[in-house]
Structures are given as structure tokens and as C-alpha cells.
């Protein structure tokens, strides 16, 4: 890649990583839409894919809830699986121009559920009966389109869970499908030596993020973060559907 690009490209993990340690979520929402503007998206996904990993684990590792997220959501994570083949089978054939603008559209209703602060509730009986649909389509966009907060993040909101186990069980569940998503991305040949060493190098700027926003998570409120975050995905998520073909 063209050395603009790669400038482009970390300096999107790090502003990415800062908002994600500030705020619990967020990396591959920010800079996969920025990434995917500048680069074929079938050379985005597999680019963020360390450095996603990085972020996730780091944060898990700070909430220290790692064995109630495994023993109430083992069943949400283990549903994604097939859905990340379907996704990933589907992108491999149906190529650029599509996922675009399925990652522009979800960019777009992700950055409406934080405006509009939707609220949803959902019981245990719920729980149970939903987990399995909502694991196999976040595992579907995850392939597709690379991006894994839509519908995980508003289901587990819909559940009341207190903050740190909320982190704690949304970055499980990303670090899981970063890992099978690896290895489907090898075996469709979207990977490369080449975007595997830009890919360990941007773990550099990810981690110094993730610090960085660890440290002001405390300072600044919620919603400051929240408008941030909705504002730019909106311009961003307008921009992949206007640009896509």
C-alpha cells in the first residue's frame, strides 16, 4: 500500500482505539467505514483484524468479568460461527460495491441508535429464545461487511447489564469472531504477508489508544462520546453508499 494509505490507515486505528478505551466499543464501527473510503473492502477487513483483536482483549482484560460473560453468552457466540462463513461466502462472490453499502447503511442505523437513545427491554424468556437469531445475523454482518456492533451491541443493552460486564460480554464476543473470521479469510484468500505485517504494525497506534483513552474514560460523560461517535458514522456511512460505486 501506498504510504498515504497506511498513514491514513493508523491514524485511523489510533482514533479508533482512543474512543474504544473511552468508551468500552467502537473500533471497528470508526475505522473500518474510514479504511473501506480509501481501500477495496476486501482489503479493509482483513487489515483491522490484529489490531481489532488487540483492542478487544485489552479491554476484557481490564473489566476482569471474562467467566460470567463465557457462562451467560457462550450460546450468543457460538451462533455467530456459521453466520461469519455465510457473510464472508457472500462478500468472496458478490465482491466491493455490496458491502459497501451494507457497512455505509448499518454505519448509518448504528449512529441512529445512539442519537435517538432507543430503548429496549428484554427479559430472560426473551433472552433465550433470541440468542441463537441475533448471534448467526451479527456472525452474517461480521463476514459481510466487517463491521460487529449491529444487532449484538442493542441486544445487549436490552438486557440492563451494568456497564463493565456490558464491555466485558460485547468484546467476547468480538474477540471470538476476530479469531474464526481469521481463519475464513484464509481459507477465501483475503489474506496476504503484505496485509498481515501492516496489520501487526498497526497494533502500535491501537495500543497507545486504547491507553490513552483508558485514562480520560473517567473524565468525560457519556453522551460527549456518544454524539462524537453518531455524527461521524453518519458522514461516514453516507459517504460508503454515495461512493460505493
Not at 498513514?7 to 466499543?25: N, Q
Not at 477487513?45 to 481489532?52: E, G, H, R
Not at 447489564?161 to 481469521?182: E, K, M, P, Q
Request: some cysteine; aromatic content about 10%.
Amino acid at each position: 500500500m501506498e504510504t498515504k494509505i497506511l498513514v491514513i490507515v493508523y491514524a485511523s486505528f489510533f482514533a479508533a482505539a482512543f474512543i474504544k478505551g473511552a468508551t468500552g466499543l467502537g473500533f471497528v464501527s470508526l475505522c473500518l467505514p474510514v479504511i473501506s473510503s480509501f481501500i477495496d473492502i476486501r482489503t479493509a477487513i482483513p487489515l483491522v483484524i490484529l489490531p481489532s483483536l488487540l483492542s478487544n482483549v485489552m479491554l476484557i482484560a481490564e473489566t476482569k468479568r471474562f467467566t460470567e460473560s463465557m457462562r451467560r453468552f457462550w450460546l450468543l457466540y457460538l451462533s455467530a460461527f456459521p453466520g461469519l462463513y455465510a457473510g464472508i461466502s457472500l462478500l468472496h462472490h458478490a465482491g466491493n460495491t455490496p458491502a459497501k453499502i451494507v457497512l455505509g447503511a448499518v454505519s448509518i442505523a448504528y449512529s441512529i441508535f445512539l442519537l435517538f437513545r432507543i430503548e429496549l427491554t428484554i427479559g430472560r424468556d426473551v433472552e433465550r429464545r433470541i440468542t441463537i437469531p441475533v448471534g448467526l445475523a451479527n456472525g452474517f454482518l461480521n463476514g459481510f461487511t466487517g463491521t460487529q456492533v449491529m444487532p449484538i451491541l442493542p441486544y445487549l443493552i436490552a438486557l440492563d447489564l451494568d456497564r463493565r460486564l456490558l464491555i466485558s460480554a460485547i468484546n467476547l464476543g468480538f474477540t471470538f469472531s476476530t479469531l474464526v473470521l481469521l481463519i475464513f479469510l484464509n481459507q477465501f484468500d483475503f489474506l496476504s504477508a503484505g496485509i498481515l505485517k501492516s496489520s501487526i504494525a498497526g497494533v502500535v497506534p491501537v495500543a497507545v489508544g486504547i491507553y490513552l483513552g483508558g485514562k480520560v474514560r473517567h473524565r468525560l460523560s457519556d453522551d460527549r462520546f456518544r454524539m462524537a461517535i453518531l455524527l461521524i458514522l453518519m458522514v461516514i456511512g453516507i459517504n460508503l453508499i454515495i461512493t460505493s460505486g
